[in-house]
């Protein structure tokens, strides 16, 4: 049992509307809803930008679901309890399961909802608008989570990868500014996509052998005269220059090129024998 700390603020709203507005009717059809029904209450769904009211009440066999929304979502959050066996505290949550507010109670007071009968009973903001004191707006803007395949809400740290030739990357971008701020420039940040393609693609989607052979590339090159090694491998760029130089003979016949077979070293001219 929760300690009420100031019993006398709850008996100076008891005989008012109070959390409703206090020009609700409070009546739809044959169900009213007592003024001593609700003691307080606080609503912060995401989406709420203003003028909440209680929109429909569900009832079923053995429970009871309130229903809040805005004259564009009629049931922006929803809370549920058993009516035998009513709380003190109706706490409310959206359609992803995000908090949403809570009412507070007795249950001797929703039990009342005993007697309402089996159905669907909807309101109108003349009807069941509540004080702007218990409505805390709280517009959609931005980004505040991610829904899974599922339908689950994924919130908190989340990372961006691009896979398979996608590139992300982060840019600022200028918006319209509004006619107060002409001459500002506005900016904000926006996630840019870039579709490059992945030029590995075979090896991804092919068994090896099939339509694409690793190919193995040379490491290094170790040239061996008889006690003599000397070794060779890539520059900065991977490279492995050979070529024929005149070091030794301005007028050398060693010839390099590349064949369709790979590298061709030969010497050209004839051989003449001196003697």
């Keep these: 049992m929760p300690e009420i700390l100031h019993p006398e603020w709850r008996r100076h709203n008891e005989p ?12 739809s059809g044959n169900n009213l809803i007592l003024n001593e029904l609700f003691l ?20 079923d066999h ?20 058993n009516q035998f066996d009513p709380p003190s505290e109706v706490r409310f949550t959206d359609s992803l399961g995000r908090a949403a507010g809570v009412i507070v109670s007795e249950p001797i007071r929703l039990s009342i909802f005993q007697s309402w009968a089996v159905g669907t009973h909807t309101f109108t903001a ?9 409505s805390i707006p709280s517009p959609e803007i931005g980004l505040r989570g991610i829904v899974l395949e599922d339908g689950t809400l994924f919130t908190g740290d989340v990372w961006l990868v691009g896979d398979d030739g996608v590139v992300l990357s982060k840019e600022e971008v200028e918006v319209p500014t509004v006619d107060c701020d002409q001459g500002k420039r ?5 996630i840019r996509v870039d579709i490059v393609g992945d030029t590995l693609f075979r090896r991804r989607l092919c068994s090896p052998g099939v339509l694409f052979n690793t190919p193995r590339y040379v490491k290094q090159i170790t040239f061996i005269e008889g006690n003599n090694r000397f070794t060779c491998t890539p520059d900065i760029l991977g490279d492995i220059k050979m070529m024929a130089g005149n070091h030794l003979a301005e007028d050398t016949v060693l010839r ?20």
């Design 16 to 27: 008012t509307k109070y959390p409703f507005a206090e020009n609700a009717t409070l009546r």
């Design 62 to 81: 053995d429970s009871t679901t309130i229903h809040i929304g805005t004259p564009t979502v009629a049931r922006l959050a929803s809370g549920e309890f």
């Design 126 to 134: 003349a009807q069941s608008a509540f004080a702007a004191t218990v």
């Design 40 to 59: 307080d209450a606080i609503f912060y769904p995401v989406g709420n930008a203003g003028n909440l009211r209680l929109s429909v009440v569900e009832i």
């Design 256 to 275: 390099v090129r590349t064949t369709e077979d790979g590298i061709k070293i030969e010497s050209v001219g004839e051989r003449t024998d001196i003697g």
């Design 186 to 190: 506005l900016t904000r940040p926006i």
